[in-house]
């Protein structure tokens, strides 16, 4: 019996409405022995007074030690293992661009690569070739025609595009064709598994028409094909929980990840202030609220402490606004730490509020890295919040009599 | 390898005493913002002296957000993963009665109900037919007679009875013959696994025979089956942890669940001062004592604070009786949490107070939910406190070399 299945079999619906702020990359670390970390050094008087009132902790987002990319920090803290979840990264790719793959899709990340007059790869990124170059060449490979099969062709950055294979029968197992090596010809697609018979052999088609189609250009004359995979089957919010949910967020990363686990995503917001609105806008209509917020996160992968303190006091301004609504649990977390210091995701514990009538209080004076030490939720996977959340919304029956 | 796979092979026998006192439902919640809980407000001098000397901290009972009924809670507590280990519905009731299953038994359980000349159900609760009436029905369908097949048959209350057939190659699968509507008859027993084909004809022969001998009844003139279930497989405290264990408890159902491990059930107590005169008894018999007191629990489902207060101190007036015998391990804690405030059990973690010579004590001047948090066991999930009470005693072995 898994967290799922108990979910499943304990769901109780009710008006309850449950809200999770995830300030992307939250947790963080001191600039120098002793000192505090962005999190602390910020002023945030509504998640310090939230603190007082609420229970806090600190999660960790996979396993202690494991620093997470986005894909399992928010399967996590969605309650989705992110161990047993795996979302492969052609998928990923996809769901970063905004792409909403279906049940019938295989999604793979593609390079550009330059091949010699013999076949060989001369440079496996196309001489890293300037997006300006690059996007017109992957629309022009949206020319590429199989029978029987839809092909979706987006570009990236750089030397990066993604390719969406549609059609029946598309298994998600090829190995990647790029030989990680110079000298060599790039490799045939080649299924690992036989459900993946035909995508090998569609991928070895679009490789052929690609060439034609690129045929003369000086860098980009070859591509390579990597992470083939089907979109990741992950059962609905809807369906684990019995929660109607939406995704507040303006990149698409965030609204791709949403999507996967069957959120809806409302608005078209792009500050935390329309965020907000979007969120008073669909009070009604849902039970459930991921709201995202991603300058926590960018501006600590740049090293900057003091940017990211200031984004950090950004994420306590909107808190009133999401009180106002009076949401029966509120929690305040991140994906994962992403300490300045580090200048990249991390494994700490990230600092973790959780508000809810009866959530047991702890004597947590504000919401920081040290005072979350002490909080009554203790350190516990990600992958407990929503059960911890459901509860709290009395939305989950006694197990067992 | 698994947690019991673990105690079997480093299990060590010694003259060491672990007692077990679970106070059911012991943890809490203040009554209001900032104020104490029910354990808080308690005075408990005894288990405040020992939370000094000893070792604190707060037990998931299932997983965090899960609020467990008594039969995944005290799984937990006697080291059985309860979600591993389930225990079916009929197993549970049969248990709650006190009726000992044996391994050949499939117990059910069974409401009256109400069905009309055409055989389709009027009333599925027999008109909630007074217990006054419906425990000599069920007493009299004990005369149902099927060849090969032991038949038992225990009221419970209004509409509600136990039955346990005992005989060879009976399965507990069989699906509920409740239909969960009226206007329709009665389902048919069904297997839904093959090693029940003869549990669901010999229970149709029962309801057969059952309708003859309801026959003219005006309420309860019929009856169906529900959670059909086999005894639990739970290996026994001796096997898993080599302890000859003993149960000391008031009421039919906890004396019900030891017995499904394996603890041999002692005494006749009605009240916990005679359940201290049997622990004292048995003292040289056994190496594990579980004591349950029930009252924190009921009262707390009462939403009672005041009363739940008095039985938290009540258990707190049994421990110098218990300490006078130097058990080598005390374990003070509770399977749930039952908030007054909630009239309910939670999730909420459980504190947990654990004794020892070599405990390594923490700083924790008090037993309570907060103090707990400060614990040195941490907040960690029950299933655990049997290894942590074995070690303590010296009753483990070195895990590799």
Redesign the interface.
């Known amino acids: 019996?898994?967290?799922h299945q108990?979910t499943r079999q304990?769901q109780v619906k009710n008006d309850s409405k449950i809200v999770l702020l995830v300030a992307d990359g939250l947790g963080g670390l001191p600039q120098k022995p002793g000192g505090q970390t962005e999190l602390e050094t910020a002023k945030t008087p509504n998640l310090d007074a939230l603190a007082k009132?609420g229970v806090c902790g600190g999660s960790i987002p996979v396993k202690p030690g494991i620093s997470p990319g986005s894909g399992p920090g928010h399967l996590g803290l969605f309650g989705y293992d992110p161990l047993q979840y795996l979302i492969g990264r052609g998928a990923l790719e996809a769901t970063g661009i905004g792409f909403a793959l279906g049940e019938n899709d295989v999604a793979i990340r593609a390079n550009f690569c330059t091949i010699d007059s013999t076949g060989n790869i001369t440079d496996r990124r196309a001489g890293r070739i300037p997006t300006e170059e690059s996007a017109p060449l992957a629309i022009k490979l949206r020319e590429v025609s199989i029978p029987g099969v839809e092909v979706f062709v987006e570009p990236v950055k750089e030397h990066r595009f993604v390719v969406v294979l549609r059609g029946s029968g598309l298994g998600g197992n090829v190995a990647d064709t790029d030989p990680q090596a110079t000298g060599v010809p790039p490799l045939a697609p080649r299924a690992t598994n036989p459900d993946s018979e035909k995508t090998a052999e569609v991928a070895a088609e679009f490789i052929k028409q690609a060439k034609e189609i690129l045929a003369g250009q000086p860098k980009a004359n070859c591509c390579t094909l990597r992470g083939v995979s089907a979109k990741p089957n992950l059962p609905s919010y809807e369906e684990v929980y019995g929660l109607r949910a939406c995704a507040i967020a303006v990149y698409p990363m965030y609204k791709g990840l949403a999507r996967l686990v069957g959120m809806d995503i409302v608005g078209q917001a792009q500050t935390l202030d329309e965020q907000m609105a979007v969120l008073e806008e669909n009070w009604a209509k849902y039970d459930f609220f991921f709201i995202h917020f991603k300058y926590t996160d960018s501006t600590g992968e740049d090293g900057n402490f003091d940017a990211k303190v200031k984004r950090t006091e950004e994420v306590d301004g909107c808190v009133p606004r999401i009180m106002a609504l009076k949401p029966d649990v509120f929690i305040c977390t991140g994906d994962h730490s992403t300490p300045s210091m580090l200048a990249s995701h991390s494994w700490h514990p990230v600092p973790t509020l959780l508000v809810a009538e009866?959530c047991?209080?702890?004597?947590c004076e504000s919401f920081g890295e040290q005072e979350c030490l002490?909080?009554?939720?203790?350190?516990?996977e990600a992958k407990?919040l929503?059960?911890?959340?459901?509860?709290?919304a009395g939305r989950?029956?006694?197990?067992?009599?």
Chains 1, 2 share one sequence.
Not at 374 to 380: P, S, V
Not at 386 to 392: E, F, H, K, Q, V
Not at 396 to 401: E, I, P, T
């Open positions: 019996m898994d967290m108990l304990l009132q009866h047991r209080t702890d004597s002490r909080g009554g939720l203790g350190q516990f407990y929503m059960p911890l959340a459901l509860s709290n989950l029956n006694k197990f067992g009599a």
